[in-house]
C-alpha cells in the first residue's frame, strides 16, 4: 500500500484518534504514522483530547448493589483475599452484608462492602509515601502500605537511553531480598506489587550497572 | 524523611490502582467507590440501556484490575484511562446489538453536559472548564456529531443516519468539530504561557 501523504493523514487523524476508523484507512493510518513524528504528535494529541472529552460526562449514581457485584466480580476472578484479622475488624458493622455476600467471598466481602465503619473499628492511616532520590535529586517517588498484606509502588524517572531498570528490594544487612525489572517507557518506569519481606531499601540501577535513585522505606 | 499518611479519601488515584493490583482489600474498595460513578456514567451515555450499562461497568472494573501493570501514571489520569476502558468495552457492547432508532432529542442533556455552564465550570478544575468551553464554542451541528462520535462511539455512518445527512457531511462535522476543539485548547494553553 502506497504511503499516505501527511495531508491526507491529518485528515483521517480526528477518525483515527475517536476509534472510527477501520480497514484500509486505517492500517494506511498507522502505516505512515510509523514513519512520520510530526503526524504521530497529532494523533497523540487528538486522542488526549479525546480521553479528556470521557471525564466531561457527568458521573451517574449505579444501581443499588453495584459496588457488591464489582467486588464479587473480582473475588470470582481471582483477587486475594484479605488476612483474617482485617475481615474480623469489620464483621461487626458489615453483619447484614455477611448474610448476602459470605456465600461468595467470605469475611473480604463482609468488610469491603460495609457502607459504614465504626469509629471504633476504624483502620488508621496505613499509607506512606518518600522520594526517591539521586544524591539530592529527586528522580521519583516510593509509596508503601506496611500493614498486611504490604505493597509497594514506585515510579522514577530512567537516564536518557535506558530501556530497562533493576530495582533490589534490599534488607537491612545489604542483602538482596528481591529484584524486579522495569521496563521504562516515554522516559519513566513504574513497578507496583507485594512488598518483598524485611525490605529496608529499595535501590534502581541501569543496564550498565548505574545507580538510577534509592530511597529508604518509610519507618525503617 | 517526610513521609505522606492519609486515610481513603486523600490517597492519590493511583496509588488506590496499585493497591488494586497488589490485592488490596481496602483499596479495592475505595477505588471502585471513587470511580464508580463515573465508569457508571460513561456506560451509561454510551449504551443507553442501565442494565447493559451496569454489565459494562462491571466489566470495566475487572478489567482495571487485570490490566492496572499496564497503567503509566506519567501518561494521563487514572480516571481517563478507567474512562478509555469503559467506552471501548460500551461500544463493543452497542456495536454486537442491532442498531435501534435514535431519538433525536435524547443527545441534547449528553451535549449540555459536556458543554459549558456555571455549574459545571465551577466543579471542574481549570482544564476540564476550558475543554466545556471549546467544544460550546462549536456550532451546535459540529458539537452534536462529535459528542455522537466521541462519546456515544458512532461511526460516521451512523451519526450520518442519527442526523439525517450525508456520511460525507457526517464525517466532515466529526472532523471539523475535533479539530476546532484542538485549535481552541491551544489558544487557551498558549495563553496561560
Given amino acids: ?220 | 524523611m517526610a513521609a505522606w499518611r492519609g486515610a481513603s479519601e486523600d490517597v492519590p488515584d493511583d496509588l488506590l490502582l496499585a493497591g488494586l493490583a497488589a490485592g488490596d482489600a481496602r483499596s479495592s474498595v475505595a477505588f471502585v467507590r471513587r470511580f464508580q460513578g463515573a465508569v457508571f456514567g460513561i456506560a451509561v451515555a454510551v449504551v443507553g440501556d442501565g442494565r447493559i450499562a451496569e454489565d459494562v461497568a462491571q466489566q470495566a472494573f475487572e478489567r482495571a484490575w487485570r490490566h492496572a501493570a499496564l497503567f503509566d501514571p506519567r501518561r494521563g489520569s487514572v480516571r481517563a484511562w478507567l474512562g478509555t476502558i469503559t467506552h471501548n468495552l460500551a461500544v463493543d457492547a452497542v456495536r454486537a446489538r442491532p442498531p435501534t432508532p435514535m431519538d433525536p432529542h435524547s443527545l441534547d442533556p449528553l451535549v449540555a453536559a459536556v458543554t459549558s455552564t456555571p455549574e459545571h465550570a465551577a466543579m471542574a478544575g481549570e482544564s476540564l472548564a476550558q475543554l466545556r468551553a471549546a467544544i460550546g464554542a462549536l456550532p451546535p451541528s459540529q458539537a452534536r456529531a462529535l459528542v455522537l462520535a466521541a462519546l456515544r462511539g458512532m461511526t460516521a455512518a451512523q451519526v450520518a443516519t442519527a442526523e439525517g445527512i450525508p456520511v460525507g457531511t457526517a464525517k466532515s462535522r466529526i472532523r471539523a468539530a475535533l479539530r476546532g476543539v484542538r485549535a481552541t485548547v491551544a489558544e487557551q494553553e498558549a495563553d496561560r504561557g
Fill in chain 1, 1 to 220: 500500500m502506497a504511503d499516505l501523504r501527511c495531508d491526507t493523514c491529518r485528515e483521517l487523524a480526528p477518525e483515527l484518534a475517536l476509534g472510527l476508523l477501520g480497514g484500509d484507512e486505517r492500517a494506511a493510518v498507522l502505516a505512515h504514522l510509523q514513519r512520520c513524528e510530526r503526524c504521530r504528535d497529532d494523533v497523540a494529541a487528538l486522542t488526549g483530547l479525546h480521553e479528556r472529552m470521557r471525564t466531561l460526562v457527568p458521573p451517574v449514581e449505579p444501581p443499588a448493589g453495584f459496588e457488591t457485584c464489582v467486588l464479587r466480580r473480582l473475588a470470582h476472578a481471582g483477587l486475594p483475599q484479605p488476612s483474617r484479622s482485617w475481615a474480623r475488624g469489620l464483621a461487626v458493622a458489615a453483619a447484614a452484608i455477611v448474610v448476602v455476600c459470605a456465600t461468595f467471598v467470605g469475611g473480604w466481602m463482609a468488610g469491603a462492602t460495609s457502607p459504614a465503619t465504626p469509629a471504633s473499628q476504624s483502620v488508621r492511616p496505613e499509607l506512606l509515601a518518600v522520594p526517591l532520590t539521586s544524591g539530592d535529586r529527586p528522580v521519583g517517588r516510593l509509596f508503601v502500605k506496611p500493614a498486611t498484606p504490604s505493597w509497594i509502588y514506585l515510579y522514577v524517572d530512567a537516564p536518557a537511553g535506558a530501556a530497562r531498570l533493576k530495582c533490589e528490594f534490599l534488607r537491612h544487612d545489604g542483602s538482596s531480598a528481591a529484584t524486579a525489572m522495569l521496563t521504562v517507557r516515554s522516559g519513566d518506569a513504574h513497578w507496583g506489587g507485594p512488598n518483598p519481606a524485611g525490605t529496608t531499601d529499595v535501590r534502581l540501577t541501569d543496564e550498565t550497572g548505574g545507580f538510577v535513585g534509592g530511597a529508604r522505606l518509610p519507618g525503617d
